[in-house]
T-cell receptor
Framework: ETGVTQSPTHLIKTRGQQVTLRCSSQ?????VSWYQQALGQGPQFIFQ???????GRGNFPPRFSGLQFPNYSSELNVNALELDDSALYLC?????????????FGEGSWLTVV | AQSVTQLGSHVSVSEGALVLLRCNYS??????LFWYVQYPNQGLQLLLK??????LVKGINGFEAEFKKSETSFHLTKPSAHMSDAAEYFC??????????????FGQGTILTVHP
């Protein structure tokens, strides 16, 4: 039990649709990151939020966007879904960015695009 | 840019045998290093981490890893494998500076199979 909760756990969307994934970070954690894990691969960094501002982004197109709220929970939004967006989306939280503090992951949201 | 390489996408051992999962990192700045385990259809669970100080790090479930700067390695070991250790293992490095500040870079993963 990491204290990081994600919803929904599974969902199926049609190509071209939009999806919102949600993450509740561990209490006291002000940094949230999102990762995409395609089948058979390691997680890939999408972006990170620190105190409600995006402060790092991986090699993902602008149709991947996010938000962090005052309570440090976060959303990942993906527009114009493509088949290759099918993956496990992982949320991770930590107490402070880049400090080597333990980074805790949620169970993930499985997205299937058909 | 930092990269993490895991040697061997699949490792198979017998129950009771030594487990050795290899990880090498490439970075101009010594990173913080982590090992995570992922069981089927689950998220990532932290096994252990290296930040500073002692280079031999002990984690949960009897795993340990040694940070060797001269070899840029952070291999994961366990003296005696259990059936319950069967899972996928990921080595990751955390950038503590530069434009990738706070980003975890993962290796491709190693699937560990344990035979009775």
């Amino acid at each position: 039990e990491t204290g990081v909760t994600q919803s929904p756990t599974h969902l199926i969307k049609t190509r071209g649709q939009q999806v919102t994934l949600r993450c509740s970070s561990q209490s006291g954690h002000n940094t949230v990151s999102w990762y995409q894990q395609a089948l058979g691969q390691g997680p890939q960094f999408i972006f990170q939020y620190y105190r409600e501002e995006e402060n790092g982004r991986g090699n993902f197109p602008p149709r991947f966007s996010g938000l962090q709220f005052p309570n440090y929970s976060s959303e990942l939004n993906v527009n114009a879904l493509e088949l290759d967006d099918s993956a496990l989306y992982l949320c991770a939280s930590s107490q402070a960015r880049g400090s080597g503090n333990t980074i805790y992951f949620g169970e993930g949201s499985w997205l299937t695009v058909v | 840019a930092q990269s993490v390489t895991q040697l061997g996408s699949h490792v198979s051992v017998s129950e009771g045998a030594l487990v050795l999962l290899r990880c090498n990192y490439s970075s101009s700045v010594p990173p913080y290093l982590f090992w995570y385990v992922q069981y089927p259809n689950q998220g990532l669970q932290l096994l252990l981490k290296y930040t500073t100080g002692a280079t031999l790090v002990k984690g949960i479930n009897g795993f340990e890893a040694e940070f060797k700067k001269s070899e840029t390695s952070f291999h994961l070991t366990k003296p005696s494998a259990h059936m319950s250790d069967a899972a996928e293992y990921f080595c990751a490095g955390l950038n503590a500076g530069g434009t990738s500040y706070g980003k975890l870079t993962f290796g491709q993963g190693t699937i560990l199979t344990v035979h009775p």
